[in-house]
């Protein structure tokens, strides 16, 4: 009696062994980098660390295959290292006995990526899945590039400017003509009042020679 | 009536100052930052200066003295002042022009290239950080991922450059939006003459320099300054028993100081008559080759801040497989502990280690990498930019510095042609002058579209190595020719001390009379002969060759080849074609009158 349970202890923990190994066909290497990431903030990788893993990855596999009950014991972890790497296998809640494909495995964590990332406080970097390369992020494009804004407020400006510079002489001449015009009328207005002054006429200029050098 | 016109129409300076900022700022232009340095470090470093400063004070300063006596005495442009020291030399004028005219094209374009990274330097993160992912997001670009980011954004999205220089490609429409503004920037500096040049230099000339301090605090306090630094100054002795540093320190001296443009000339006609040449020419001359020394401070710091980042990042990166390999715990290796993790990692499991092909890390390989032009600019100082905290900013003030350096510089090319058509009374009196200065920078505008097509950074090559050397060497020795020999150095010396109230000393004297003509001819036989043994090719980037990133070194095809000659010739070629056209001139008159020789007529 001992014996046959003995053996059946033996069987059933040979065959719980089994799915998860290091280079499993259907499982993924996971790497943590949590220092690298948290540096002082880091926290120690335990027990409980673990168990948070296999709980956020079967959150993943439910949100993926909606009818599936997956649970914390249908995620086997193994071979896991000081570096804190190691192995994981994902069984189906239906079958025990069977892993789920890796491709499955590998679209249920691509779509649930980013919460698996935050439960950990870490980057598409610092948690690795060995052999499911992060969806790039697609770089944001604006519908004007920025460079074209800048490039029109400098155009702009200097356009104004070069109006400016250009049309403030011709401005300046026009304000200057009209004061003169209007200094002329004064002018002749005040010689014809000044009759008692010093002054004996109105200066003729036609006949003022302007010419400091002789001619030869 | 008219000699009075004349008298009141030439323009002045407001001030001295004013004078001085644009001489200034017409020596110190994008060379004193980009390529003084990079000669400093390939010619060991310290011991640089020596040939640097003897070229300075034995070619530099006596040429720059002359030009700006001649422009302060006979008060006109390039090509007048050649007329009156001797009617046979007006093709020196013609070939200054010339020369300022085709250097202002090619100059500007770089000035739009800068104002290309300036519009893109308001950005976060900054555009030439990453590589564009390809067409269905799986990766990067592959010319990107083959090169690096930086090198992508200068040769594709900047230039979008052809892989040789027959390829024209076609004309690359933000390039002309940026050369358009750069013009645009220009005219309205340069639209009346030195009344708007003088207001603009205040700021243009002054603005490098506050940027060059707030660089050099800067560079300073960032890790790995002191090794950029150690290895730009260390002299080493053994450079100085090479021939080609001293070619390159005259050289060097020579287009720093933006002698044979004609610019230096025109600024000066604008000088009171009565004023101290001497000490300007002093000044200029001080104030360029300091600002050579004082810009080579930074850079060289940021440099060797980024090769101390390279170098970090390529340990870091051996730090990382030795820790996924051997599943250490991460951050167990540092970099201070790395020599002896290896050391215990090789006794252990040599075999392992030896497979992950850890790479070499020398911190004296990533110095080296050194560049100089727009490959420093827009390549590696671009790329150190990006790891320093806050880069948006040190982009910013970098390319506003390089744009206010070169548009100072500009002023000098473009007085260098207007100058002397306004003194030739080209312009009909209808036109003022603000239409006339916007038609030289439209004309210039529409020739330089060559530079915006795909293989425009080519013909640029072809541009500065070969209109911007050669033809003002020759330029340079028949002006100090004529002035000394023909125009007559006792003249000349009575000149210069009617204006400044001294006579020239010794110095100038034995530099003018010998030293100066006879070190010009050596540094221009010199350079023949460098450049004649050198083949004719050039760098392309190609995304297609075999050893890609490397540059795929070209021959010129024949025809580019006979422009490249064209270029270097048609400049002087002014030189003996007006002595010839004068020659035969008075060889006509001579002939005439000995003919009809008339006992009555008085000027013979």
Redesign the interface.
């Known amino acids: 009696m001992l014996e046959k349970i003995l053996i059946l202890l033996c069987l059933s923990s040979a065959l719980a062994e089994q799915p998860c190994k290091p280079d499993a066909s259907d499982g993924y290497k996971v ?1 943590l ?4 990431a948290l540096g002082d903030e880091a926290y120690v990788w335990n027990e409980n660390e673990m168990f948070l893993f296999r709980a956020t990855l079967a959150f993943a596999m439910r949100s993926h295959l909606n009818g599936q009950e997956f649970d914390v014991s249908n995620i086997i972890v193994c071979d896991e ?5 190691f192995w994981f296998v994902v069984t189906s809640p239906l079958n025990t006995s069977g892993l789920v494909d890796k491709g499955v495995v590998e679209e249920a964590i691509r779509m649930s990526r980013n919460r698996i990332n935050s439960a950990f406080l870490l980057t598409d970097k610092t948690l690795e899945f060995i052999g499911i ?1 992060p ?2 992020t ?2 944001v494009n604006p519908d004007t590039p ?3 804004i ?2 029109g407020v ?2 702009g400006a ?2 104004a ?2 109006i400016v ?2 049309v403030s002489p011709l401005v300046l001449k026009k304000r200057k003509k009209n004061e003169e015009t209007d200094e002329d009328e004064e002018e002749t207005g005040v010689k014809a009042v000044e009759n008692g002054s010093t002054r004996e006429g109105v200066y003729n200029m036609s006949f003022s020679d ?2 400091r ?1 002789t001619q030869m | 009536m008219d000699v009075t016109d004349k008298m009141t129409e030439r323009p002045k300076w407001d001030n001295k100052v004013q004078y001085l900022l644009t001489c200034i700022g017409f020596a110190v232009g994008l060379g004193n930052v980009w390529r003084f340095p990079y000669l400093c470090q390939v010619y060991g470093g310290g011991a640089f200066l020596i040939p640097y400063v003897i070229a300075l004070v034995f070619e530099g300063l006596p040429l720059l003295h002359m030009e700006l006596a001649i422009g302060q005495r006979l008060r006109m442009g390039s090509v007048g002042v050649w007329n009156s020291i001797s009617p046979y030399m007006g093709g020196l004028g013609v070939a200054s022009m010339a020369v300022s005219f085709l250097v202002g094209l090619f100059y500007n374009m770089i000035l739009a290239w800068i104002l290309w990274y300036f519009f893109h330097s308001f950005q976060s993160p900054l555009p030439w950080r990453d590589c564009p992912l390809n067409l269905n997001h799986t990766g990067y670009v592959s010319e990107c991922e083959k090169s690096s980011a930086v090198n992508y954004f200068w040769y594709r999205e900047t230039l979008n450059v052809t892989p040789n220089i027959e390829t024209s490609g076609s004309l690359q429409w933000w390039l002309v939006l940026c050369l358009a503004t750069a013009w645009c920037l220009v005219y309205i500096c340069f639209i009346r003459g030195i009344e708007t040049i003088g207001k603009a230099i205040y700021i243009t000339a002054t603005f490098p320099y506050l940027v060059l301090t707030i660089f050099l605090v800067r560079a300073l306090t960032l890790s790995g300054a002191t090794d950029g630094l150690i290895y730009l100054f260390t002299p080493n002795w053994e450079t100085l028993k090479n021939p080609e540093v001293w070619l390159d320190a005259a050289t060097q001296i020579f287009f720093s100081l933006s002698l044979a443009f004609g610019g230096l000339i025109a600024f000066s006609s604008y000088n009171a008559q009565k004023n101290n040449c001497e000490r300007d020419a002093l000044i200029v001359g001080c104030v360029n080759s300091f600002t050579s020394i004082y810009a080579s401070i930074p850079i060289f710091a940021i440099l060797g801040f980024k090769a101390n980042e390279n170098y970090n990042a390529c340990r870091n990166w051996n730090i990382l497989r030795l820790t996924n390999a051997f599943n250490i715990a991460d951050e167990n290796i540092t970099l201070e502990n790395y020599g002896d993790w290896l050391n215990y990692l090789n006794t252990t499991d040599p075999s392992e280690v030896d497979n992950l092909n850890l790479k070499t890390c020398d911190l004296q390989t990533f110095l080296d990498q050194s560049a100089s032009g727009t490959g420093l600019a827009f390549i590696v100082f671009t790329e150190a930019v990006i790891n320093m905290p806050g880069s948006q900013v040190w982009a910013v003030l970098f390319f506003v510095m390089l744009f206010s350096l070169g548009l100072s510089s500009m002023f000098g090319n473009l007085e260098g042609v207007l100058t002397p058509l306004l003194d030739l009374h080209m312009v009909p009196s209808w036109m003022p002058k603000e239409i006339f200065t916007g038609l030289i920078c439209l004309s210039s505008f529409t020739v330089a579209l060559i530079f915006t097509l795909g293989s425009g950074n080519y013909w640029l090559e072809i541009f500065n190595s070969y209109v911007g050397s050669m033809p003002l060497l020759i330029i340079a020795f028949f002006e100090i020719i004529s002035v000394v020999y023909i125009y007559g150095i006792n003249r000349f010396n009575d000149d210069i001390e009617w204006m400044s109230g001294r006579r020239p000393n010794f110095y100038w004297q034995a530099t003018w009379r010998f030293i100066s003509p006879f070190m010009l001819l050596v540094v221009f036989v010199a350079y023949v002969v460098v450049e004649a043994e050198k083949q004719p090719t050039y760098n392309a980037w190609n995304p297609d060759y075999v050893d890609f990133p490397l540059a795929d070194v070209q021959p010129y095809p024949k025809w580019v080849y006979a422009i490249c000659v064209l270029l270097s010739v048609l400049p002087v070629v002014s030189i003996p074609i007006v002595a010839m056209y004068k020659f035969t001139g008075f060889l006509k008159k001579y002939i005439e009158n000995r003919h009809s020789q008339n006992p009555y007529a008085n000027d013979l």
Do not use: N, Y
């Open positions: 790497r980098s949590i220092k690298t290292t000081p570096r804190v790497t390369t969806t790039l697609a770089p920025p460079w074209l800048v490039f400098v155009m200097v356009g400017g070069i510079v250009l302007d010419e050098l």
